[in-house]
Structure formats: structure tokens, C-alpha cells
């Protein structure tokens, strides 16, 4: 337990002091990326999150593959939104700025990285990535992950959790590249649920459809029995996250 009379040599007052204004400063620059990103995206429901490497060159076949993918969600009626940056996540706008539906960026700004891609119909500029990662979970009816790295893994393993947990609604998550995401899936399988640490009814949150059309059909199959829009308990929670 700490004492009471000790506890002003555990602060330095005059980093306190140099601080303060900046960290109220930036509270306020997260409540305002929040404000824009959720005004600017009120009428794109439905739509799809698209996840994936941002290293993944044009003329590779997830590139094309993630191209069609959003294509056919666009012209199905779908606004795809996507990170916004270049590779897969410029797969996605691109074949969804060529459909019917919106091509949407949530660009992050990054010290190597372009802030956006060519193909976006809205685009929105974050510099806080969990204000970012709010309004894909929030105006999504789908998720469909690709191939990526860490920042893939780590949107797939965020909506895993808040679906898991009940703090989002439920909503597909499909992946695509059965060879890439077997061996995650098997460890998941082996380790998770071996130990204890996930129910084996978890693993029914994700699936591994190979096909863009099969993706399509897999999602409207979903909906099929209900709305796209969220049930008033769905919305409630989704103020919650």
C-alpha cells in the first residue's frame, strides 16, 4: 500500500503541468474523428468491412481476388469500406468504386504509409486507431478478412472478441484463403478450444468460403430471415462498444 506522504515524490508536478493541456487537446481531437467518421458514414448500410495486406502488390491473384470480392458487393448493394491504404485494402475500393455502391476509405495516417488510395467515394482521415476501428465494427453487416499481417490479424481477433463477448452484434465473418488461415484455424482448434480458453461453438463465428460469389450468397443467406439494419438491442450494444 502506498502512504499517503509519499506519494509526492512519486509525481513530477512539472511534467503534470506540461501535459495536461495536450492530453485534454487530444481527447478532444478523438471525440471530434468520432463525430465526422460516424456523420459522414449515417447512410451506408448496408455495408461489408474488407481487411487485408497492405503489401500485396496489383498483380497478385488476392488482389485480384479481393477486387472481385468487392465488386460483387457493390453491385449487390453492399458499400465496401476498407482501410483505405494500398494492396488488398485498395483491391477493395477499387472494385467497389467500379460497381453501384460506395468505395469507402477509413484511412489511418502512418509515417510510411499513404494516407489513401485513388478509389475511395468517402474518404475519412483517422489518426487514432481505435477511433478507426469503432466505425468498421459499427456500420458493418459483414466482415470479409484476407490475407494480411498484424493489423489483419488484429481487426479479425477484435470482432471475434466483441462478437464472442457480446458487445456487438453478431454478423458473418467470412476469410478468405483457405491455405493462408488453415493453420490459425487449426491452432485455434488444438490450442483454444483444447485448453479451455474458447468454446468450441466459437470457432462457428468464423468461416472459410473460397468463392466471391459463394461470399455474396453466404451474407444475403444470412440475412435472408431478418434486415440488414440492427434491432434496437443490437444498437444498443453496438453504444457500448
Known amino acids: 500500500m502506498i502512504q499517503t506522504n509519499k506519494i509526492p515524490e512519486l509525481i513530477d508536478p512539472q511534467a503534470m503541468y506540461s501535459t495536461?493541456?495536450?492530453?485534454?487537446?487530444?481527447?478532444?481531437?478523438?471525440?471530434?474523428e468520432f463525430?465526422?467518421?460516424?456523420?459522414?458514414?449515417?447512410?451506408v448500410r448496408p455495408a461489408v468491412?474488407?481487411?487485408?495486406?497492405?503489401?500485396?502488390?496489383?498483380?497478385?491473384?488476392?488482389?485480384h481476388k479481393a477486387e472481385r470480392i468487392a465488386r460483387l458487393l457493390s453491385d449487390a448493394g453492399f458499400s465496401v469500406i476498407s482501410g483505405g491504404g494500398p494492396?488488398?485494402?485498395?483491391?477493395?475500393?477499387?472494385?467497389?468504386?467500379?460497381?453501384?455502391?460506395?468505395?469507402?476509405?477509413?484511412?489511418?495516417?502512418?509515417p510510411h504509409e499513404p494516407a489513401g488510395n485513388a478509389f475511395q467515394d468517402v474518404g475519412i482521415n483517422f489518426r487514432y486507431f481505435f477511433a478507426r476501428k469503432m466505425m468498421f465494427v459499427r456500420f458493418a453487416s459483414a466482415y470479409v478478412v484476407l490475407p494480411g499481417g498484424f493489423g489483419?490479424?488484429?481487426?479479425?481477433?477484435?470482432?471475434?472478441?466483441?462478437v464472442q463477448t457480446g458487445k456487438s452484434r453478431k454478423i458473418p465473418i467470412i476469410l478468405v484463403?483457405?491455405?493462408?488461415?488453415?493453420?490459425?484455424?487449426?491452432?485455434?482448434?488444438?490450442?483454444?478450444?483444447?485448453?479451455?480458453?474458447?468454446?468450441?461453438?466459437?470457432?462457428?463465428?468464423?468461416?472459410?468460403i473460397e468463392?466471391?460469389?459463394?461470399?455474396?450468397e453466404a451474407i444475403f443467406d444470412y440475412y435472408e430471415t431478418r434486415g440488414f439494419q440492427?434491432?434496437?438491442?443490437?444498437?444498443?450494444?453496438m453504444l457500448n462498444l
Open 49 to 63: 468491412s474488407m481487411f487485408g495486406s497492405a503489401r500485396i502488390g496489383s498483380d497478385h491473384p488476392y488482389y
Open 87 to 110: 494492396g488488398l485494402m485498395e483491391a477493395a475500393n477499387r472494385g467497389a468504386h467500379a460497381g453501384r455502391s460506395p468505395a469507402i476509405g477509413l484511412n489511418i495516417l502512418l
Open 152 to 162: 489483419t490479424i488484429d481487426e479479425l481477433t477484435e470482432c471475434l472478441t466483441l
Open 20 to 32: 495536461n493541456g495536450q492530453e485534454a487537446w487530444r481527447v478532444l481531437g478523438i471525440m471530434a
Open 230 to 237: 440492427p434491432t434496437r438491442e443490437e444498437r444498443s450494444k
Open 211 to 216: 468463392d466471391p460469389e459463394a461470399i455474396v
Open 177 to 208: 484463403g483457405s491455405d493462408f488461415w488453415a493453420g490459425l484455424v487449426a491452432w485455434m482448434r488444438e490450442q483454444l478450444v483444447g485448453q479451455g480458453m474458447i468454446d468450441a461453438t466459437d470457432l462457428d463465428l468464423i468461416r472459410v
Open 35 to 43: 463525430a465526422v467518421a460516424t456523420e459522414r458514414l449515417r447512410g
